[in-house]
Nanobody
Framework: QVQLVESGGGLVQAGGSLRLSCAAS????????MGWFRQAPGKEREVVAT????????YYADSVQGRFTISRGNAKNTVYLQMNSLKPEDTAVYYC?????????????????WGQGTQVTVSS
């Protein structure tokens, strides 16, 4: 059973930084794509960034390109989302997701496993 547990959310001022973590367990994830998504109140869930667990092949939404970085920890089954230069419009619940695939999915419905989400609030 795949489990994804996010942490690291919180309240930060505009221009600040946060690092989200996603602890993954229950599988060997070599054939998986990991994704970070977010959902703001009244809006649909949208992709933020994705990467292959085995490395490389990253994707970023235009709105976060150059500010956010997705990466994987070497020693632990953890995926990170480093968020810099945060803006009020980045305020949302952020979710970690996973799917076993050789494709590069960016739509939420393509992902099979989800964490519980972590709130990120950016004040102006």
């Amino acid at each position: 059973q795949v489990q994804l547990v996010e942490s690291g959310g919180g309240l930060v001022q505009a221009g600040g930084s946060l690092r989200l973590s996603c602890a993954a367990s229950g599988r060997t994830f070599n054939d998986y794509v990991m994704g970070w998504f977010r959902q703001a109140p009244g809006k649909e869930r949208e992709v933020v960034a994705t990467m292959r667990w085995s490395g490389g092949s990253t994707y970023y939404a235009d709105s976060v390109q150059g500010r956010f970085t997705i990466s994987r920890g070497n020693a632990k089954n953890t995926v990170y989302l480093q968020m810099n230069s945060l803006k009020p419009e980045d305020t949302a619940v952020y979710y970690c997701a996973a799917v076993r695939t050789f494709a590069k999915p960016t739509t939420p419905r393509a992902y099979d496993y989800w964490g519980q989400g972590t709130q990120v609030t950016v004040s102006s």
